[in-house]
């Protein structure tokens, strides 16, 4: 028997999130939670009670064998296993996660399944792996044919959506929101942050994070869906509360004085204030440092969510 090798410390974590508002009129209780959590007969639905009803789904496994993607055009092969989730809040908001880890390099040759099944969650490159060429490739989402968590997150709410317990009423309209994430080594001696947080679309945002070395993939992947959890419950209130028109007794804007041009606006002062950017990307501000304006003031708040990685929600089974 040859000497024992160790395996190769893992570098780079990624994975997405689906969220939504359930199409449902009534919640599900913790028993339909279960029976609609329930994606392996062999594993039972974690759920908790406090502080709020919470059901989390077994993982299940997808194999792949794709390239990875990478910013610079470089094609790296990898092989693994994509774990997905599905996690249900308050019996409403539904969310179907991906993710995977990439060690810092692997064998240059195809070995038997068994070999990656029992590293689930670990995607393994042929040969060295350019990190942050992928990290970035990630976040841009890559190109047709590379590895796609995105795609396996959406099979798996798609599948979610058709389960026969819908009955797709929903209470009020809303929109899915996508988070994509990248989690990179931090430095030695340093706590989990927020490098970047990018409302990329409409409907997607990424995020750079950096983790202490060793963190576990399922608890930053948790970390995530918490956070996409508080993004899309902030952009549904802000979009309920922008569709609400003002009502009759509100003050109206004085109208513009004579000699002022025939072309003067209505609109109050702060209207140019209030347009949202379709695309913009904050950088954390630094421990001790607030971020200057609204939008840094959110990703402080985000970063308030951080040490839940190292705080795993505990769940009955």
């Known amino acids: 028997m040859g000497p024992a090798t160790t395996a190769p410390r893992v570098v780079l974590a990624c994975g997405e999130v689906r969220t939504s508002l359930l199409p449902v009129l009534q919640a599900l209780d913790s028993r339909a939670a279960a029976q609609f959590l329930a994606l392996r007969a062999d594993e039972r639905v974690l759920l908790s009670e406090r502080p709020n009803p919470y059901g989390r789904s077994p993982d299940t496994l997808t194999g792949v064998d794709c390239p990875l993607p990478s910013a610079d055009g470089a094609r790296v092969r990898a092989v693994g296993t994509v774990p997905a989730r599905a996690v249900l809040t308050e019996g409403r908001l539904l969310q179907a ?3 995977f880890r990439v060690p810092a390099g692997g064998s240059g040759h195809r070995r038997p399944w068994g070999q990656y099944l029992v590293r689930p969650g670990v995607v393994e490159p042929f040969g060295k792996l350019p990190r942050e060429a992928v990290a970035e490739g990630v976040l841009s989402g890559g190109r ?174």
Do not use: K, M
């Open 97 to 99: 996660s991906a993710y």
């Open 144 to 317: 047709h044919g590379d590895l796609d968590v995105g795609l396996i997150a959406d099979g798996l709410h798609t599948r979610l959506l058709c389960h026969p317990l819908l009955d797709h009423r929903p209470p009020l309209r809303s929109r899915p929101t996508r988070l994509r994430w990248v989690a990179l080594p931090a430095d030695p001696g340093a706590g989990p942050s927020v490098e970047r947080f990018t409302l990329a679309e409409d409907e997607l945002r990424t995020v750079r994070l950096r983790v202490p070395e060793g963190t576990p993939g399922d608890r930053i992947a948790g970390l995530c869906d918490d956070l996409a959890l508080h993004d899309w419950l902030l952009t549904t209130v802000v979009r309920i509360l922008d569709g609400i028109r003002l009502g009759a007794g509100t003050a109206r804007p004085a109208p513009a004085a004579a000699g002022s041009g025939g072309g003067a606006s209505r609109r109050g002062p702060g209207a140019a204030a209030r347009r949202r950017p379709s695309a913009a990307s904050v950088d954390a501000p630094g421990p001790g440092r607030a971020g200057p304006g609204p939008a840094l003031g959110r990703a402080g708040g985000t970063a308030r969510l951080l040490p839940a990685v190292a705080q795993p929600r505990t769940a009955r089974p």
